[in-house]
C-alpha cells in the first residue's frame, strides 16, 4: 500500500504502465498496417471488427487504457517536480548510462505525446475534424453490408500537410520517449546490471525506431500515392 508514497514505488508503476502503452502501441500498429491490404477487406474490416466486439469490452479497454495513461502521466509529472526539488531516491540499479537528450527531456517528449493523444482521439475516434471526411458519415460496401469507411478518413487525412506535420512530430517525440523509456524500464525494475544495460539500450532504440518507422510509413505511402481512399 506504501508503492505510491515511495519514490521507487511510484517509478515502478510508471514503468509497468509505460510498457503496458508500449504493448498497445505495438498492438495498434499492427492493426493499422491492415490498411496496406493483409486483412481481407482493410483498414475498414479492421475496424468493423474491433467495433464489432461486446460494448462492455470496449469500454473496459478504453477505461483500463484511461487509467494507465493517468497514471503514468501523474507520477510522471509528480516525480519530475520532486526530483528537480533536490530529493531525488536511486533507481534499484544505479544507472550506468550517460545523460542523453531523450533521457533530460522525457517530460516534454511525453507531454507532446500527451497532447497528440487528445488530438487523435478526437480526430480519428470521435471524429470531429473534418467531418465531411468521417468514416460514421460515409459508409461503404464490406461483405454484403455497408460499413464505415476509415480507408476513406485516414487518406484524407494524412493528405492534409498540417495533420500530417503534427502526426510525423509526434512520432519523433514517440521514438525519443521509447528510445530512452523501454531501456529505464529494465532499470527500475532491477533487471540489468553493467553488463547488459548497453543490450538493453539497443533494444529500446531499435523498438522505438521500429514503431517510428513503422507509423510514419502510413502517412508517407498516402503522400507517396500508393495509398488511396
Known amino acids: 500500500m506504501q508503492i505510491t508514497s515511495s519514490s521507487i514505488g511510484r517509478k515502478i508503476l510508471m514503468a509497468i504502465t509505460g510498457q503496458a502503452m508500449v504493448l498497445f502501441a505495438v ?17 475498414n ?30 507520477f510522471g509529472i509528480n516525480l519530475t517536480i520532486e526530483n528537480r526539488g533536490g530529493r531525488p531516491q536511486q ?5 550506468t548510462q550517460k545523460a542523453t537528450f531523450a533521457s533530460e527531456n522525457m517530460i516534454w517528449s511525453g507531454a ?4 497528440f493523444l487528445v488530438y487523435h482521439l478526437v480526430h480519428f475516434t470521435f471524429q470531429c475534424i473534418s467531418p465531411e471526411t468521417a468514416a460514421l ?4 460496401p464490406l461483405h454484403n453490408e455497408m ?58 532504440t ?3 525506431l521500429a514503431l517510428f518507422l513503422g507509423y510514419v510509413l502510413i502517412p508517407l505511402s498516402i503522400f507517396a500515392g500508393i495509398l488511396k481512399g
Not at 507532446?112 to 497532447?115: K, M, N
Not at 458519415?137 to 461503404?140: A, D, E, G, Q
Open 27 to 43: 498492438i495498434h500498429l499492427l492493426g493499422n498496417s491492415s490498411i496496406f491490404g493483409w486483412l481481407n477487406g482493410g483498414i
Open 45 to 74: 474490416a479492421y475496424a468493423e471488427h474491433l467495433h464489432s466486439m461486446p460494448l462492455p469490452i470496449i469500454i473496459g479497454f478504453r477505461l483500463a487504457l484511461l487509467v494507465m495513461v493517468s497514471v503514468h502521466i501523474w
Open 91 to 95: 533507481y534499484a540499479v544505479k544507472s
Open 112 to 115: 507532446l505525446i500527451g497532447l
Open 137 to 140: 458519415k460515409n459508409l461503404v
Open 147 to 204: 460499413v464505415p469507411n476509415v480507408l476513406g478518413m485516414v487518406v484524407a487525412g494524412f493528405k492534409n500537410v498540417f495533420v500530417s506535420f503534427i502526426y510525423a512530430g509526434a512520432m519523433v517525440a514517440l521514438f525519443l520517449h521509447l528510445s530512452h523509456g523501454i531501456q529505464s524500464f529494465f532499470q527500475t525494475m532491477g533487471w540489468s546490471c553493467d553488463k547488459s544495460q548497453p543490450i538493453l539500450v539497443k533494444f529500446g
Open 206 to 208: 531499435l523498438v522505438a
